[in-house]
T-cell receptor, first 114, second 116 residues
Framework: DGGITQSPKYLFRKEGQNVTLSCEQN?????MYWYRQDPGQGLRLIYY???????QKGDIAEGYSVSREKKESFPLTVTSAQKNPTAFYLC?????????????FGDGTRLSIL | DQQVKQNSPSLSVQEGRISILNCDYT??????FLWYKKYPAEGPTFLIS?????DKNEDGRFTVFLNKSAKHLSLHIVPSQPGDSAVYFC???????????????FGQGTTLQVKP
């Protein structure tokens, strides 16, 4: 079945440690996105990529980094520079080139600080 | 500065009745609007969308209405079912042809509870 897979579902980070969240899609979508959700808030955009080997900062990119070496994969690294990393992280993908298209989401990774 | 707002954090309705969820936006360049449904610990699921050239779009029990002059959209669920209980997010994006990247701006969400 086609879809978006995020792993792990739960992740714990020690102070000063970098962690990487995985996002893989087999929908053949060009665009991929990373969002962060905090309690009682909507989704906020961290980074996005419209094509392989290209990505752009979203609204809250500080303390995060991404890569897009393959169409199917868009991993997010939460660096030690991110001072408040505890959140629910969501990855999405989108078909481009045929007018407006919805974004489709994975089931998320919940990151907590030890 | 919140460009998409859902002013009601929660809504409770009786099973079988209509649920109306509201969303306001400020950016007149938005021309594509979506509603997502989200259960706890899961990703949002796309429900329904509407382009700014329309004022209504219907899909089964779900209808989205767009009032461009008021910069307001609403989601109607008729009849409401207990399984509809979830958090509902509205989202908006600008026209792809204008160079917009397809980025979505989300509201804060409204928690819907449908009581049996």
């Amino acid at each position: 079945d086609g879809g978006i897979t995020q792993s792990p579902k739960y992740l714990f980070r020690k102070e000063g440690q970098n962690v990487t969240l995985s996002c893989e899609q087999n929908l053949n979508h060009d665009a991929m996105y990373w969002y962060r959700q905090d309690p009682g808030q909507g989704l906020r955009l961290i980074y996005y990529s419209q094509i392989v080997n290209d990505f752009q900062k979203g609204d809250i990119a500080e303390g995060y980094s991404v890569s897009r070496e393959k169409k199917e994969s868009f991993p997010l690294t939460v660096t030690s520079a991110q001072k408040n990393p505890t959140a629910f992280y969501l990855c999405a993908s989108q078909k481009r080139g045929e007018g407006n298209q919805p974004q489709h989401f994975g089931d998320g990774t919940r990151l907590s600080i030890l | 500065d919140q460009q998409v707002k859902q002013n009601s954090p929660s809504l409770s309705v009786q099973e079988g009745r209509i649920s109306i969820l509201n969303c306001d936006y400020t950016n007149s360049m938005f021309d594509y609007f979506l509603w997502y449904k989200k259960y706890p610990a899961e990703g949002p699921t796309f429900l329904i969308s509407i382009s700014s050239i329309k004022d209504k779009n219907e899909d089964g029990r779900f209808t989205v209405f767009l009032n461009k002059s008021a910069k307001h959209l609403s989601l109607h669920i008729v009849p409401s079912q207990p399984g509809d209980s979830a958090v509902y997010f509205c989202a908006a994006s600008g026209q792809i042809g204008s160079g917009n990247t397809g980025k979505l701006i989300f509201g804060q969400g409204t928690t819907l509870q449908v009581k049996p």
